[in-house]
């Protein structure tokens, strides 16, 4: 597998890493099959979006902290239960299809990786498999 | 990889895939391997859930609709903000397993399109990998 | 594919899954590949967390319960549309990657059987795939 480095600035940030996820299925020699792109960490996530206007990427990252707040009844100690549990709702893990050599997106998606805990030095995997 | 047509008729609404992928599994004459089904849109999303009591997409409508409201104070002006975290929080991407030439599904499960921002023409891409 | 059996003691619960996912990966035999795990049930799912500090998990519970309590306005009638609702934001299924005939884990993660309607027998399917 490939890994993907990732240094986030702010408590909560959405990384795009499209162009580092095609550029490993590229590199990878792979026609057909999968790509697993998979994050290691327990305060953030994977997800897919818009990658277009970047308004969006601030609704998800507000209406996110106002589903799940930073602060509330929590007993972990940590001051980070809500990136836990926002990592559980978005996912550590998606696996795309991959055709011709080329990672199958739709027109505006993007992939990102969503930082809950930031600001950390994180990184991602990707595993591109022939099938 | 192979694609499923889809036409939505109201803004929210959930179509049931199943017996399509199951005939994509079929037809691919993968006996064992696995499955995904990923939706190449930002605004709907895929999903796993009971395929018996309608009342229960009903259900997830409504309080997908309570948890990330349509009008907020969102800054995306395409009034869609709601439909892009939706799909963050469901996700884009199921991969199923595939045994004996037969999709693996427990007893009360569909496959599911959750649409955010309908009434649209859609599509989703199923891949079947034997291994 | 092969299954872990589970039983479930409380409504909600977390249940840790990891070694025995570890062990199906080491018993496959497979050196580089994928492992999927797979929940068969509509109102249960599996998530990555977290396999340190315990309050994480109870957090979890509590704030899914908040967000998507048991007793609302629901149409369906047996009194679990909650746990139905938690199922389609959590996800059925994870996809891990596996490297050197390990599962890749970031170094906190665990991998979890998320209950939303128990006490009950369940089950949870694997599938080891190389590539």
């Not at 990384?15 to 790509?35: A, Y």
Request: net charge neutral; with cysteine; glycine share 6%.
């Amino acid at each position: 597998m490939e890994k993907i480095a990732i240094k986030t600035t702010k408590r909560m940030e959405i990384v795009d890493l499209t162009s580092s996820v095609v550029s490993i299925v590229h590199k990878s020699g792979v026609k057909d099959g999968i790509c697993v792109v998979y994050c290691p960490h327990t305060t953030s996530a994977i997800a897919v979006n818009e990658n277009a206007d970047p308004t969006v990427k601030q609704d998800i990252i507000n209406k996110l902290a106002e589903i799940v707040p930073q602060n509330a009844n929590y007993r972990h100690l940590e001051k980070n239960s809500d990136a836990h549990i926002k990592n559980v709702l978005i996912g550590p893990s998606i696996t795309f299809i991959v055709e011709n050599g080329k990672l199958e997106l739709g027109t505006w998606q993007g992939v990102f990786f969503v930082e809950g805990d930031g600001p950390r030095t994180r990184e991602v995997w990707v595993k591109v498999m022939a099938g």
